[in-house]
């Protein structure tokens, strides 16, 4: 795959530094990196709005980066459509004898493809990862559905296209969901496999809120160490979940390997798509070359490694250092927190809507 370009977000002869950990200097990193183009964003999505179809590998970070933008613009104005979430949300449907007629009904009148309705509901039933992808008209009459419940707000789509005849429709889709006047973009983005195998076979989630985060990558605020069971854990901090011991999710323990054909899926489509003429594309990268980091990024930017070390009685002390993997390239890199990718982001989206 051809490498996307380096997005510089260091400014000539800055030396101010942020805590990307503490929520009010993020916001005040935003002002000082991007809070021109911030501001034009929010003065255009005052009337104006706009699709992107986020293309990049699992676990690329697509919903982390649509609701930093959201934050940054202004939530009310920005939708994040998932479309995994939404076929899984069908499935309870389905389920249901009335909202299974429901659906129906809003099919025979929405619905146009090859499938009959009663093939297509019976392959919702069947649904499963060895199973072939639902059909793609289903899948926009789906999202046609969904749109219509919301307010006319940016709509970051996550999952359409998801095989390459599908690219061919988002070129048009604009058009099926009233959205005919408005600007589109592919949201393409890479990101080193290596860095996607690290947050699969480090993840944690808490048991009861189910929040994600990592003891190498993503930290909570405390972490214990069990002397019995002679393993560090992550307390969840967030409200309600009582510190609560996070855990692992059964099978990221190997990593990308059992996804390797989703991953190489995945990378075909967003060479497809970064070939594709007449449609503007947003270019993000999560990885930079060690060697051409300090010109272009600060150290602050940085993910940094989480290093867990017991100091007795249960006690974890914890200490960081850059993370350095090697990209899909073989070099060593840095990879970026998600704050700097969304300053790109933000001042390449400016330039496709010509603020």
Same mark, same amino acid.
């Given at each position: 795959?051809?490498?996307? *370009?380096?997005?510089?977000?260091?400014?000539?002869?800055?030396?101010?530094? #942020?805590?990307?950990?503490?929520?009010?200097?993020?916001?005040?990193? #935003?002002?000082?990196?991007?809070?021109?183009?911030?501001?034009?964003?929010?003065?255009?999505?005052?009337? !104006?709005?706009?699709?992107?179809?986020?293309?990049?590998?699992?676990?690329? !970070?697509?919903?982390?980066? =649509?609701?930093?933008?959201?934050?940054? %613009?202004?939530?009310?104005?920005?939708?994040?459509?998932?479309? !995994?979430?939404? %076929?899984?949300?069908?499935?309870?449907?389905?389920?249901?004898?009335?909202?299974?007629?429901? $659906?129906?009904?809003?099919?025979?009148?929405?619905?146009?493809?090859?499938?009959?309705?009663? /093939?297509?509901?019976? =392959?919702?039933?069947?649904?499963?990862?060895?199973?072939?992808?639902?059909?793609?008209?289903?899948?926009?009459?789906?999202?046609?559905?969904?749109?219509?419940?919301?307010?006319?707000?940016?709509? #970051?789509?996550?999952? $359409?296209?998801?095989?390459?005849?599908?690219?061919?429709?988002?070129?048009? #889709?604009?058009?099926?969901?009233?959205?005919?006047?408005?600007?589109?973009?592919?949201?393409?983005?890479?990101? *080193?496999?290596?860095?996607?195998?690290?947050?699969?076979?480090?993840?944690?989630?808490?048991?009861?809120?189910?929040? *994600?985060?990592?003891?190498?990558?993503?930290?909570?605020?405390?972490?214990?160490?069990?002397?019995?069971?002679?393993?560090?854990?992550?307390?969840?901090?967030?409200?309600?979940?009582?510190? /609560?011991?996070?855990?692992?999710?059964?099978?990221?323990?190997? !990593?990308?390997?059992?996804?390797?054909?989703?991953?190489?899926?995945?990378?075909?489509?967003?060479?497809?798509?970064?070939?594709?003429?007449?449609?503007?594309?947003?270019?993000?990268?999560?990885?930079?070359?060690? =060697?051409?980091?300090?010109?272009?990024?600060?150290?602050?930017?940085?993910?940094?490694?989480?290093?867990?070390?017991?100091?007795?009685?249960?006690? %974890?002390? +914890? =200490?960081?250092? *850059?993370?350095?993997?090697?990209?899909?390239?073989?070099?060593?890199?840095?990879?970026?927190?998600?704050?700097? +990718? +969304?300053?790109?982001?933000?001042?390449?989206?400016?330039?496709?809507?010509?603020?």
């Amino acid at each position: 795959m051809q490498d996307f *370009p380096i997005f510089k977000t260091k400014m000539d002869g800055d030396t101010q530094k #942020f805590d990307l950990a503490n929520p009010d200097q993020v916001k005040e990193y #935003f002002n000082h990196k991007a809070g021109l183009e911030i501001a034009k964003l929010r003065k255009y999505l005052e009337t !104006g709005t706009f699709v992107a179809y986020m293309l990049g590998k699992k676990n690329a !970070g697509k919903g982390t980066y =649509s609701k930093i933008f959201a934050d940054q %613009v202004g939530k009310d104005k920005v939708a994040h459509i998932s479309v !995994g979430d939404m %076929v899984r949300g069908v499935d309870e449907e389905v389920q249901d004898s009335v909202k299974r007629k429901e $659906l129906i009904s809003y099919l025979e009148k929405n619905y146009r493809g090859y499938h009959s309705i009663d /093939a297509i509901i019976q =392959s919702q039933l069947n649904r499963g990862t060895d199973k072939p992808l639902l059909p793609t008209e289903y899948i926009l009459a789906l999202l046609g559905r969904q749109i219509a419940q919301m307010p006319k707000k940016v709509l #970051f789509i996550d999952g $359409l296209p998801r095989s390459l005849d599908q690219i061919s429709y988002s070129l048009f #889709f604009r058009q099926l969901i009233g959205f005919r006047d408005d600007p589109d973009m592919f949201v393409l983005i890479q990101i *080193p496999e290596s860095v996607i195998d690290l947050r699969m076979k480090n993840r944690v989630v808490c048991p009861k809120c189910g929040a *994600p985060r990592s003891p190498k990558l993503l930290m909570t605020k405390e972490a214990v160490f069990d002397e019995k069971e002679e393993k560090f854990y992550l307390l969840c901090d967030n409200e309600g979940c009582d510190r /609560a011991r996070m855990v692992p999710k059964e099978g990221d323990e190997k !990593g990308i390997e059992p996804i390797r054909s989703r991953l190489n899926a995945d990378g075909e489509l967003i060479e497809k798509a970064f070939s594709l003429y007449g449609i503007p594309k947003v270019l993000l990268r999560n990885s930079i070359p060690v =060697s051409s980091a300090k010109e272009n990024i600060d150290d602050y930017e940085t993910t940094p490694e989480y290093c867990l070390k017991h100091v007795g009685g249960g006690k %974890v002390e +914890v =200490s960081q250092k *850059p993370l350095i993997v090697l990209d899909d390239n073989g070099v060593e890199s840095y990879t970026l927190l998600a704050y700097p +990718v +969304v300053v790109g982001m933000i001042k390449q989206i400016c330039d496709v809507l010509g603020l």
